[in-house]
C-alpha cells in the first residue's frame, strides 16, 4: 500500500525511537485491516470507532487505547495530511498505579537469582546508576569516567546526553567483567567497544530483549507481590536516592527526565520514615 511506504519514509525521518517506530508500524496496520476502507477516505469517525472497540468491545487496558491513538493521530496528521482534533479523540483517563520498588536487601537477592554474572553486573549496574535498560546495553568504554565517577549516556530516550552516577561498588565490578571477558575471549577491549558485547549480535552489545527476558524468568520466580521489569530498578534506584537525602531535582537531572513531572512520583513512594519525616502527632503536642 501506497501509505505504508509514506508511513516508514515519514518514520525514518522521525527521529523517533525505533521501538516506537515498530510500535506505530504494527498498531496502524492493525487499524488498516480491521477498517477495511481506503486510506484517503478514513475519517476521525473510523479512528473514534476502532478506538472505542478496543477499550469497550476487546477490554483493552487505557495505557494501550492511548498507544494506539498516538499510532492513529501519527498517521492522521503526517502520513495522511490531514486535520486532528484532540476534542473529538481525547486521551483516555483512568487509574494510573504507582510503580514498583523493591527494598536495597530485595534489589540484591533478585540481582542475585540471574542465572551468570553477565547479567547481575548488567542489573547492578541499571540499579546503581539508575540506567534504563536501553542505556546499559550501549555504554561504552570510553563512557565510564573513574575519575570523575560517572557515566556518560550519549543518548537517552528524550534524545538528550546526560551523565549518570557511577558507584565505586559497581565500578569494582565493571572491572572485575573486563577482567574475566579478556580471560575467557581472549578479548580486549578498546576505548569505543561496549562494555557488555555480543558477537551473536549485529548492533554489537547485548540486547534490550536478552535482559528483559531474563529479568521476566527471574521475576516468575522470585516470591514477592511486586511486579518487577527491567524499570523497576531504575524505580528502586531514584526512591533510594531520594529516601537517602538527595532533592527531587538533582534525581531528576541524574535520570535525565525532561520535565519535573516525570520525578514528582517518587515523592508519593518514597517512606516518610525513611526520609526522616514524621507526623505532626508524633511531636510534642500542647496538653
Same mark, same amino acid.
Given at each position: 500500500?501506497?501509505?505504508?511506504?509514506?508511513?516508514?519514509? *515519514?518514520?525514518?525521518?522521525?527521529?523517533?525511537?525505533?521501538?516506537? *517506530?515498530? &510500535?506505530?508500524?504494527?498498531?496502524?496496520?492493525?487499524?488498516?485491516?480491521?477498517?477495511?476502507?481506503? %486510506?484517503?477516505?478514513?475519517?476521525?469517525?473510523?479512528?473514534?470507532?476502532?478506538?472505542?472497540?478496543?477499550?469497550?468491545?476487546?477490554?483493552? *487496558?487505557?495505557?494501550? +487505547?492511548?498507544?494506539?491513538?498516538?499510532?492513529?493521530?501519527?498517521?492522521?496528521?503526517?502520513?495522511?495530511? $490531514?486535520?486532528?482534533?484532540?476534542?473529538?479523540?481525547?486521551?483516555?483517563?483512568?487509574? %494510573? @498505579?504507582?510503580?514498583?520498588?523493591?527494598?536495597?536487601?530485595?534489589?540484591?537477592?533478585?540481582?542475585?537469582?540471574?542465572?551468570?554474572?553477565?547479567?547481575?553486573?548488567?542489573?547492578?549496574?541499571?540499579?546503581?546508576?539508575?540506567?534504563?535498560?536501553?542505556? +546499559?546495553?550501549?555504554?561504552? +568504554?570510553?563512557?565510564?569516567?573513574?575519575?570523575?565517577?560517572?557515566?556518560?549516556?550519549?543518548?537517552?530516550?528524550?534524545? &538528550? %546526553?546526560?551523565? %549518570?552516577?557511577?558507584?565505586?561498588? *559497581?565500578?569494582?565490578?565493571?572491572?572485575?567483567?573486563?577482567?574475566?571477558? $579478556?580471560?575467557?575471549?581472549?578479548?580486549?577491549?578498546? @576505548?569505543?567497544?561496549?562494555?557488555?558485547? &555480543?558477537?551473536r549480535n549485529e548492533s554489537g552489545h547485548i540486547t534490550k530483549k536478552t535482559i528483559k527476558n531474563n529479568i521476566t524468568k527471574v521475576a516468575d520466580k522470585y516470591c514477592t507481590n511486586k511486579k518487577i521489569t527491567s524499570h523497576t530498578l531504575r524505580h528502586s534506584f531514584a526512591t533510594h536516592m531520594l529516601e537517602a537525602g538527595a532533592s527531587i531535582f538533582e534525581i531528576k537531572e541524574l535520570l535525565g527526565h525532561r520535565a519535573i513531572q516525570s520525578t514528582n512520583v517518587y515523592l508519593h513512594i518514597a517512606s516518610p520514615g525513611l526520609m526522616n519525616i514524621k507526623s505532626?502527632?508524633?511531636?510534642?503536642?500542647?496538653?
Amino acid at each position: 500500500m501506497e501509505q505504508l511506504i509514506k508511513l516508514q519514509k *515519514c518514520l525514518e525521518m522521525s527521529g523517533l525511537k525505533a521501538e516506537t *517506530c515498530e &510500535s506505530y508500524t504494527y498498531k496502524i496496520k492493525a487499524f488498516l485491516k480491521s477498517i477495511n476502507k481506503d %486510506a484517503e477516505e478514513i475519517t476521525l469517525d473510523d479512528i473514534q470507532e476502532f478506538l472505542r472497540e478496543l477499550r469497550y468491545k476487546r477490554e483493552y *487496558c487505557i495505557g494501550t +487505547v492511548n498507544g494506539y491513538r498516538n499510532a492513529l493521530k501519527y498517521f492522521y496528521e503526517v502520513v495522511l495530511e $490531514k486535520q486532528w482534533s484532540d476534542k473529538k479523540i481525547p486521551r483516555l483517563r483512568g487509574y %494510573a @498505579p504507582l510503580p514498583s520498588v523493591l527494598s536495597k536487601e530485595e534489589v540484591v537477592e533478585f540481582i542475585e537469582l540471574m542465572p551468570n554474572d553477565l547479567y547481575k553486573v548488567i542489573l547492578y549496574t541499571m540499579y546503581s546508576s539508575g540506567l534504563r535498560v536501553g542505556e +546499559v546495553v550501549e555504554i561504552k +568504554v570510553k563512557d565510564i569516567d573513574s575519575k570523575r565517577m560517572q557515566i556518560y549516556i550519549p543518548k537517552s530516550k528524550n534524545g &538528550s %546526553a546526560r551523565y %549518570a552516577i557511577l558507584s565505586r561498588r *559497581c565500578l569494582n565490578m565493571l572491572r572485575h567483567h573486563v577482567l574475566q571477558y $579478556k580471560k575467557k575471549y581472549g578479548y580486549k577491549f578498546l @576505548p569505543d567497544d561496549y562494555l557488555f558485547p &555480543s558477537n551473536r549480535n549485529e548492533s554489537g552489545h547485548i540486547t534490550k530483549k536478552t535482559i528483559k527476558n531474563n529479568i521476566t524468568k527471574v521475576a516468575d520466580k522470585y516470591c514477592t507481590n511486586k511486579k518487577i521489569t527491567s524499570h523497576t530498578l531504575r524505580h528502586s534506584f531514584a526512591t533510594h536516592m531520594l529516601e537517602a537525602g538527595a532533592s527531587i531535582f538533582e534525581i531528576k537531572e541524574l535520570l535525565g527526565h525532561r520535565a519535573i513531572q516525570s520525578t514528582n512520583v517518587y515523592l508519593h513512594i518514597a517512606s516518610p520514615g525513611l526520609m526522616n519525616i514524621k507526623s505532626p502527632f508524633d511531636g510534642d503536642m500542647i496538653s
